[in-house]
Structure formats: C-alpha cells, structure tokens
C-alpha cells in the first residue's frame, strides 16, 4: 500500500482548514452582525457548495483557472501560480468547498451570543476588534471547534472538486479517496479496504472528540 | 448640567410610536425614567450610551456635545465614556468577575480600583469565579463593579433590580447609592417599581408611549396631595391580618417590616404588593439612644 | 383614616412649627405641624384643607363639656358600635361629618356607651395631619 495519497490527504485538509479559519471569522463576523441588503446574496453564496454538485463547482473552476483563460493565466503570469492539476489548485477548490462548514458554525455562534455582550464591551471603551478578540471569539469557542473540525472532516472526503480541478497525479493530487477510486477499479479491493478504513476510523475519532469536548464530557481533563 | 433632547420613530407592539423627549439633569442628582414596559425608556439609554441611533436631537455634558443631529456629530458609544448596567447584567462569560473588570481598564489606567470596587461590593471571595457560577445578585453587584472600572461621570442602570427578589432589591439599591455618592456621579435609572424611584432617586420622569408625562420630585409625582405628617415612608404590602375590629397592615420598608393599625374602609382599597407610603405625626414617635 | 374638610382661617408661626386653625361647618379645629407657608404651598388663609387622623387616636366623653386639655371636640349622636374582645369601633355622626372611633372595649363598658347616645368627640391638636 502506498502511503501517499493519505499523507496527501491529511496534508491538504490540514492547510484547507488553516486557510478557511482565518478567511471564515471575518465573512461569518460579517454575516452575524450586519444590515446590509446585501446580506441574503453573500449567504447564498456562502450556502452553494452545500446543494451544487461538486463536479459543477469543479467544471467552473477548471475553465476560470485554465491558463487558456483571463484569471488563469493571469495568476499563472503575476504570481507564478497554477492552479489547475496542482495542489495549489486543490487547496483553493477545498476551500471554497467546505466554506459553508466552517463559516454556518462561526456564524451561529456569533448569533447566539447575546447583543449585549458585544455593547457592554463597546460602552467600556473597547473598540470592535479588541471585542471581536477578547470578548467574542472566545466565548464561542464550541462553535470554532465544531466549524475546524467539519471543515477539515469534510475537505478528507472531498473527491468530485479534486477530480476536475486536480486530476489524479500521483504525490502531487492524488489524495486518499482518488486512490481508493483507483484501487477498485483496478480491482485491488485489499487496498481499497485500508485506505477505506484509515480514512474512516480518522474521521470518526476527530468527530467524537469533538462531540466530547463540546459536550462538556473532557472538562474535568484539562482544569 | 446634561441635557439630553432626543426625536426617534420606534416600532413598538402597537405600531409606530414616536419617542420624543428632552431632560435637563443636575450633575450628582439619582434621575428615575419610569413607565410601562414599551413606553421608550430603554431606547433612551440606548441613545445616550450611543448603542441606539437617534433620529434627530442632541445629547450635551457638561458642554462636550456627544449628539447633534444638526451639525452631525455623534459620538461612539467607546468616545462617550458612560457606565452601563445592563438589564441581563452581560458579564462576559469567558472571564471570572475580577477579570471582567481588569478588561475595563483603560490603557495606563491604575489597577488599584479594580480591588477598591471588589472592595466596595463586597465580592473579594467570590473574585476568581466565572459569572456562570454566580447568583443574580452576585451577578448584578459584578455589572456594577465593572461599569465603574472607567470612573465615568454618568453611571446608567437597565432596570437593574427587576430580575432579584425584594430583599435582594434592598440591598442592591444601598450598593448603587453607596457608589452613586463615594465617586460623585450622576445617576439614571429606569425602574417601574414606586417604592425603588422613591427610595432612590431625586427627580423622575414618568415616560408614557415615548413623552414625559409628568416629571418632579417622586414623592409629588407619585402622590397626588401633599400630607404634613413629617415620618413618611414608601414601602410595600406583605401582610394583612385581620384583629379584633381593627386591621394590622405588615409593610416592608427597605429591609424593615413595620406594623400599623388600619381599619376595614382602608383595607377595602389595599392588596398585598400596593405600594404604600406610611406617614405619621412627627410629635408621636419616641427616640431612644442605642448604647 | 378619619378625614374632616374645612378652610384655614388662622396660621401662627413660630420658627418651623404652625399652629393652623380650621373652620369646619362653624367648628373651629387647631392643628400644629413642622410646616410654615414657605415650605408648604397648601398653607394659606382661605384655602380648603382636610384634616386627617387615625381612628385610635379619637376621644370620646358623655359628657358634653369636658374639663379637660383637648380644645378639639365636636358633638354627635352614635350611629353604630361595633364590639370587639379587647378593642370597640364606634362610628360617630357630627356636625363636620361621619367620624369612626376606636376604644378598648373596657371603656366602652365603663362610659356605658350605647347607639343613639350623644357624646363629645376629641382629637389632640398635635394628632391632626393636614392635607390637599
């Protein structure tokens, strides 16, 4: 069995996330907090990848990161990047696709805090990011954990994005539930199986530990 | 001085109501705003503190303008510099009570009051607990504590006492007037409880569907007819036991219960829970020294 | 609450007491209270006033010119005696209005007081509260 594409997987839902924690608390801040009529449009957005087949989102991708095309070659000119059967490219397809799990958590916690605990702060003279950083954010602590944790659980399990916009090149896109694809259709059902199994056993105990650290069950572990 | 005029529509649970107030307050002086729920009061602390847009009007303190619609200036709720009680209290969760009240601080600021005011609210032994282990006295005595971190001038409470029960009340008026005299503030409160606005503050205004109806000292305001007898008190009903020919009325006065004699046709217009205010002929009661 | 309506006929002041006289229906009643017409706007000459005061602090004698300090007093007939163990209400009908009395029941015993009877009604001066 080769390993690769495991370390690959890991590897990617490892950056995707990073990526999707730092761009998910600002778009959620937003969502949470504002007025603005815009609002409904950026959560549609948001929510597509939930409802889209990921081939779609695949397909689009593909085409705008062709170097054949503005964007494309654009990036591939200005910033020397390529984004199309590369990990580069694969990390911007994840990320775009587990939006929505990172930012609905975020999002609902910042909604369920109550407004006033924003303003008692504000009357106190602290300014919206002192806020956000000592006040906010870490009173919803559960909701960050939950939105990493799907975020990441949900870009190892990924396959139709990385098919189209990461082909299936050994070391370099090839992650976990592309090989396993692999492995059946060549028959190697063994194979498969492992991967199959790694990938299962990982993704249960991430999600369990989750729901024991949220559940208040590992409180009296780390007092 | 601080006046405070202040024009806003508000969509309240009959339809649209406008609020439209203005109030002159003497610096140092415990102003009531009281009315029924609805009438505009929270909207009006709202605006001062600057959580709430006003549509038109102005807020002045001693001739800082904080709001003027006309030359558009409208401050910050963090420029305003205000303690605020809010009603739920809004202690910050993530932080025990002494640190609730270190974030107050500001930059530079002498840490010193932060132990004075633990101090003052007597919370020293429960400093290191979150807020989700406190009562909502406890509670309340912390939001308290923590909106005079900044020493504002203006210290303004939510209808702060409605959630506690009577004795709790008590003594939680004594903490706000301890702390309204030791740091000189001006104080404004809402509260729809007679006895508390009588006990506490030296003018009210009555806000009804968003306009003072009536403003002045509690007592006239609250008392339509001025009675002589010089030991007057305010308290509440809790007892009405029926002797003899005659009736004994328990009223609890602060944390004192008093008993005083009254008969079937004063009854008859009475409940448990009326507020009442006791007065008597300053020539009758005895003075005794305590040794 | 006994409750008499009259009109200030006379204020004598004397540092911050008042010594108020009413005119009730042609009864003349004293009041002195902690008030001078500076701190108290209903203190005026000609003003209507009530005078109030509790039911236990009421006197009551049979006999029609009492010999004693109270200057207070008004005539009437009883209306109603209601008995009670230790304490008796008596409702009184008088020339400024129905007044209730409370008395031990001892002496409503002792004075023999029966419905119907006239007696003299008292309230001391320091005991009457005035009011709009």
Redesign the interface.
Known sequence: MDWEPLVLTFKLAVVTTIVLFFISIPIAYWLAYTTSRIKPVLETLVSMPLVLPPTVLGFYLLVAFSPANTIGSWLNHHLGLQLIFSFEGLVVASVLYSLPFMVHPIQAGFSNLPPTIAEASYVLGKSKITTLFKVLLPNIKPSLLTGVVLAFAHTIGEFGVVLMIGGNIPGKTKVASIAIYDEVEALNYSTANWYSFILFISTFSILLLVYLINGGHLKRFWK | MIHIALQKKLIAANGEMLLDIDISIEQGKVVTLYGDSGAGKTSILRMIAGLLQADKGSITIDKHIWLDTDQRICLKPQQRKIGFVFQEYALFPNMTVKENLLFALEKGQDKHIVEELIDIVELGNLQHRKPEYLSGGQKQRVALARAMVRKPKILMLDEPLSALDSKMRAKLQDYILRIHKQYNLTTLLISHEIGEVIKMSDTVYVIDHGRISKQGNPIDVFTT??????FQFSGEIVQIIKE???YIVTILIGTNFVKI?A?ES?IETMTIGDNVIV?S????PLLQKIN | ?NSIKGEIVTIQTNGSLSLVTIDSNGIFFSA????TPNT???LKIGNQIKM?F???EVIIDKNPKPTISIQNRVLGKILTI????????LTIDTMVGQL?A?ITSDALYKLQLEVGNTVTTMIKT???????
């Open positions: 007819k001025h009675i002589s007898g010089k003899d020919v005659i004699i008969q004063e007065a002929k300053a020539f009758n | 609450m002195i209270i902690i008030e108290a706007s209903y109030i509790k039911e236990t209601t008995k009670g163990e230790l304490l008796s209400k209730t409370i320091t005991e009457i509260m005035l009011s709009e």
